[in-house]
Protein backbone atom coordinates (compact mmCIF):
# COMPACT_ATOMS: atom_id res chain seq x y z
CA UNK A 1 0.00 0.00 0.00
CA UNK A 2 0.98 3.46 -0.77
CA UNK A 3 2.08 5.18 2.00
CA UNK A 4 0.08 8.09 1.47
CA UNK A 5 -2.93 5.61 1.70
CA UNK A 6 -1.53 4.05 4.73
CA UNK A 7 -1.68 7.79 6.33
CA UNK A 8 -5.10 8.02 5.66
CA UNK A 9 -6.44 4.90 6.27
CA UNK A 10 -4.74 5.08 10.45
CA UNK A 11 -4.93 8.10 11.02
CA UNK A 12 -8.94 8.35 9.29
CA UNK A 13 -8.61 11.15 7.37
CA UNK A 14 -11.06 12.24 5.19
CA UNK A 15 -11.59 15.14 2.02
CA UNK A 16 -10.57 18.77 2.99
CA UNK A 17 -12.78 21.59 1.50
CA UNK A 18 -9.28 23.53 0.49
CA UNK A 19 -8.23 19.68 -1.07
CA UNK A 20 -6.04 16.99 0.17
CA UNK A 21 -7.09 15.28 3.44
CA UNK A 22 -8.04 16.13 7.27
CA UNK A 23 -8.68 15.08 10.75
CA UNK A 24 -9.04 17.19 13.41
CA UNK A 25 -6.83 15.96 16.64
CA UNK A 26 -7.24 18.63 19.50
CA UNK A 27 -9.50 20.85 19.95
CA UNK A 28 -9.25 23.03 23.32
CA UNK A 29 -12.12 22.35 26.03
CA UNK A 30 -11.34 25.66 27.36
CA UNK A 31 -13.38 28.91 25.82
CA UNK A 32 -12.55 31.84 24.63
CA UNK A 33 -15.56 33.95 25.25
CA UNK A 34 -16.72 36.63 22.43
CA UNK A 35 -15.88 39.54 24.70
CA UNK A 36 -12.70 38.80 25.29
CA UNK A 37 -11.80 37.92 21.64
CA UNK A 38 -11.02 40.41 18.77
CA UNK A 39 -14.35 42.15 17.08
CA UNK A 40 -13.13 39.53 13.51
CA UNK A 41 -14.48 36.59 15.92
CA UNK A 42 -18.08 36.42 15.94
CA UNK A 43 -19.04 33.83 18.95
CA UNK A 44 -16.54 31.74 21.23
CA UNK A 45 -14.00 29.96 19.78
CA UNK A 46 -11.98 27.36 21.59
CA UNK A 47 -8.24 28.40 22.97
CA UNK A 48 -6.18 26.12 20.58
CA UNK A 49 -7.33 23.68 17.74
CA UNK A 50 -5.18 21.65 15.32
CA UNK A 51 -5.80 18.97 12.61
CA UNK A 52 -3.35 16.28 10.52
CA UNK A 53 -3.71 17.44 6.89
CA UNK A 54 -2.05 15.64 4.05
CA UNK A 55 -1.43 16.59 0.50
CA UNK A 56 -1.10 13.73 -1.95
CA UNK A 57 1.13 13.95 -5.46
CA UNK A 58 -0.74 16.36 -7.02
CA UNK A 59 -3.04 17.76 -4.99
CA UNK A 60 -3.03 21.47 -3.81
CA UNK A 61 -4.48 23.66 -0.92
CA UNK A 62 -6.67 26.14 -2.56
CA UNK A 63 -6.00 29.94 -1.44
CA UNK A 64 -7.70 30.40 1.65
CA UNK A 65 -7.36 32.27 4.46
CA UNK A 66 -8.58 32.35 7.80
CA UNK A 67 -9.15 34.81 11.13
CA UNK A 68 -6.53 32.87 13.09
CA UNK A 69 -3.07 32.66 13.06
CA UNK A 70 -1.87 28.97 11.90
CA UNK A 71 1.01 27.23 12.45
CA UNK A 72 2.18 24.30 10.23
CA UNK A 73 4.70 22.11 11.46
CA UNK A 74 6.40 18.89 9.13
CA UNK A 75 5.74 15.61 9.90
CA UNK A 76 6.34 13.00 6.72
CA UNK A 77 6.99 12.85 2.72
CA UNK A 78 8.04 15.48 1.03
CA UNK A 79 8.60 19.20 1.82
CA UNK A 80 6.01 21.39 1.02
CA UNK A 81 5.75 25.08 -0.42
CA UNK A 82 3.73 27.59 0.89
CA UNK A 83 2.25 30.60 -0.66
CA UNK A 84 1.30 33.72 1.23
CA UNK A 85 -0.10 36.36 -0.17
CA UNK A 86 -0.50 39.76 3.37
CA UNK A 87 -3.18 41.69 3.67
CA UNK A 88 -1.16 44.61 2.10
CA UNK A 89 -0.43 42.24 -1.42
CA UNK A 90 3.09 41.09 -0.94
CA UNK A 91 3.59 37.42 -2.06
CA UNK A 92 6.08 35.09 -0.15
CA UNK A 93 7.18 31.44 -0.92
CA UNK A 94 8.29 29.43 2.29
CA UNK A 95 9.41 25.82 2.17
CA UNK A 96 7.77 23.57 5.17
CA UNK A 97 10.57 20.61 5.21
CA UNK A 98 13.52 19.28 7.56
CA UNK A 99 16.15 20.26 4.25
CA UNK A 100 18.00 23.19 6.06
CA UNK A 101 20.54 23.31 3.06
CA UNK A 102 17.02 23.38 0.80
CA UNK A 103 15.94 26.42 2.89
CA UNK A 104 13.30 24.39 4.54
CA UNK A 105 12.25 24.99 7.98
CA UNK A 106 10.18 22.46 10.27
CA UNK A 107 7.27 24.79 11.46
CA UNK A 108 5.92 28.17 9.10
CA UNK A 109 3.79 30.58 10.44
CA UNK A 110 0.67 31.57 8.41
CA UNK A 111 -0.35 35.15 10.07
CA UNK A 112 -4.14 35.84 10.24
CA UNK A 113 -6.13 37.23 7.07
CA UNK A 114 -3.76 36.86 4.79
CA UNK A 115 -4.54 34.19 1.02
CA UNK A 116 -2.13 31.35 1.28
CA UNK A 117 -2.02 27.86 -0.78
CA UNK A 118 0.49 24.98 -0.76
CA UNK A 119 1.59 21.98 -2.45
CA UNK A 120 4.13 18.91 -1.93
CA UNK A 121 7.47 19.90 -3.92
CA UNK A 122 7.73 16.01 -4.99
CA UNK A 123 4.78 15.61 -7.02
CA UNK A 124 5.57 11.84 -6.94
CA UNK A 125 5.28 12.01 -2.98
CA UNK A 126 2.95 12.87 -0.30
CA UNK A 127 3.21 15.54 2.42
CA UNK A 128 1.98 15.13 5.86
CA UNK A 129 1.77 18.45 8.28
CA UNK A 130 -0.27 19.51 11.23
CA UNK A 131 -2.07 22.79 11.47
CA UNK A 132 -1.91 24.59 14.86
CA UNK A 133 -4.81 27.49 14.98
CA UNK A 134 -5.29 29.67 17.78
CA UNK A 135 -7.57 31.17 18.81
CA UNK A 136 -9.08 27.54 17.78
CA UNK A 137 -10.78 26.97 14.44
CA UNK A 138 -14.18 27.53 12.91
CA UNK A 139 -15.46 26.83 9.86
CA UNK A 140 -17.19 30.80 10.55
CA UNK A 141 -13.48 32.08 10.37
CA UNK A 142 -12.59 30.31 6.97
CA UNK A 143 -12.95 31.72 3.21
CA UNK A 144 -12.00 30.10 0.31
CA UNK A 145 -10.40 32.08 -2.31
CA UNK A 146 -12.36 32.91 -5.37
CA UNK A 147 -10.23 32.97 -8.45
CA UNK A 148 -11.61 36.18 -10.15
CA UNK A 149 -12.21 38.00 -7.03
CA UNK A 150 -7.90 37.08 -6.00
CA UNK A 151 -6.93 38.09 -9.75
CA UNK A 152 -8.61 41.26 -9.38
CA UNK A 153 -7.40 42.01 -6.07
CA UNK A 154 -3.74 41.19 -6.82
CA UNK A 155 -3.26 40.92 -11.10
CA UNK A 156 0.32 40.42 -10.59
CA UNK A 157 -0.08 36.63 -8.97
CA UNK A 158 -2.71 36.12 -11.72
CA UNK A 159 -0.23 32.75 -12.99
CA UNK A 160 -0.13 31.44 -9.12
CA UNK A 161 -3.58 32.23 -8.40
CA UNK A 162 -4.93 30.36 -11.04
CA UNK A 163 -2.72 27.65 -9.98
CA UNK A 164 -3.96 27.46 -6.52
CA UNK A 165 -7.74 27.90 -7.02
CA UNK A 166 -10.72 25.85 -7.93
Given at each position: ?56 GN ?35 KK ?52 KD ?17
Open positions: MKKSKQWISSLNLKPHPEGGYFKEVYRSDEIINNTSLDTRYLGIRSISTSIYFLLDQFSAFHKIKSDELWHFYDGSAIKIYIISEDGNLVVLGINLEENEVPQIVIPKNHWFAAEPIDKDSFSLVGCTVAPGFDFNDFELGKKLINKYPEYKEIIKKFTR
